[in-house]
C-alpha cells in the first residue's frame, strides 16, 4: 500500500497556476509492500519495492530514497558476499550501491544490515513514473534473505519545489 503525505496550502499547482514557495514539500509517497520476499540464491535483479508516482510540478526536485533490509548467510562456502542495491525508474538505473561481507562462512552466519540508497533528479514533467529499489547478489556464494522481520523496506519519493 502506498503513503502520500501532502501539506494543505489552499494552493493547487497544478489547477491553479500557483507558485508554491522555493523548498516547499508537495508531497511525499512511499510504498513498504515487498515485491520480492524468501531467500534468494541466484544473481538474478530482484525489485524489494515500487512506486508509481506523478509529481504536482515540472520545476519541482524529486528526492528517491531505498531501503531494504535483509539477512545474509554464508551458506558455508564463501567469506565474500556480495551485493548491490540499486534504484531504478522503469527500467532505467538511477544509482547503485555496492556491499560486501567478508566475515564468517559458517552455514549458521547470519547478519542483518540495513541498506540505503538516495537518488535526487528534477521532475521535468507531470508524467507519471514507477521507482523500485532493487537488489542484485554478484556473485553464486551464499544468499540472502528478504523479509519486513529484518529491518525497513520501502522506497521513497519526496517532492520539493525547486
Known sequence: MATVISGDTGIDKVTDGAAMPSGSVLQIAESSVLVTSGAVTNTAEHIICSLAFTPKSATSKL?????VGLQLYGLGNTVNIEWRISLFKASSSLSVGYFHDNVNSSNQFHRTPQCYRTFKENSSNLNARTYH??????????????SNTYGSNL????EIEA
Open 155 to 158: 522506497i521513497r519519493v519526496t
Open 63 to 67: 528526492i528517491i530514497e531505498g531501503v
Open 133 to 146: 529499489v532493487q537488489i542484485k547478489k554478484e556473485a553464486s556464494s551464499g544468499r540472502l534473505n528478504f
